[in-house]
């Protein structure tokens, strides 16, 4: 285990957030590294602090509700397999996939940090409930400009910009485009990811006055090259490429 997975751990500890098994994880790292103590009680005095300063009152149901619903669809880190053996352990494709779309527990921990504040401050839950319904795009380009690993690269695109975010770690990528024209109402902007000579389709968006904010659909890999095409309502019938792209941006 290194820092960075004793730190996600610490945060779900101070949350009691944590399964028996990460528990069980974490103490042992604990008793191994004495060093990154300090991780965990920074941790433990912030929610202790939110704890005293929050005022009593309690966001209504339907925001804790939906809190606890987010929550819960972070999955909790895989287990460390390879500092026993030194050598890389063989990952199935399932534990590969939990890998590239890791959800931290530390997001959580600040998702919640955040929450109390606004509970103790008294904001009221509208605000709060507006970050829970954020779409899911703003949720991945918030995740990826957290990323250690965050890039993006833009290129021109009509009378605006066409900006792709990403994260190689998260196997993300987003993009955000302005300038774009509209189209009839029979069409439809496409994503695609370009792996060599093959174009895999990554969804299907429509601009809100020439805006957009999209999540690419599936796995971006290092070195992939997001273009947008125009194609027919719903998308290309063949799964292929129907018209030239109107950009194409490499991720490497």
Known sequence: MNEHEFAELAAGHALHALSAEDEARYLEALRAHPEWEPIADEDADTVGGLADAAAPALPSAGVRD??????????QLPADTTESSGQDAPVPPQA???????????????????IALVAGIGFGSMAL???????????????????????????????GTATVHWSAELGEAVLVADGLEPLESDRTYQLWFVRGETAL???IFEPESGDAVARLDGEM???????????????SPTGLPTSEPIFAIPTA
């Open 66 to 75: 939906a809190l606890l619903a987010q929550i819960a669809s972070m999955p």
């Open 96 to 114: 590969s996939e939990h890998r590239a779309r890791p959800k931290r527990l530390r997001i959580m921990f600040a998702l919640a940090a955040g």
């Open 129 to 159: 409930n507006d970050y829970l319904a954020r779409p899911a795009s703003v949720v991945a380009l918030d995740e990826i400009e957290a990323a250690a690993d965050a890039a993006q690269a833009s290129a021109p695109v009509g009378d």
């Open 201 to 203: 389709p990554a969804g």
């Open 221 to 235: 890999l290092p070195g992939d090259v997001v273009a947008v095409t125009v194609e027919p309502e719903g998308g």
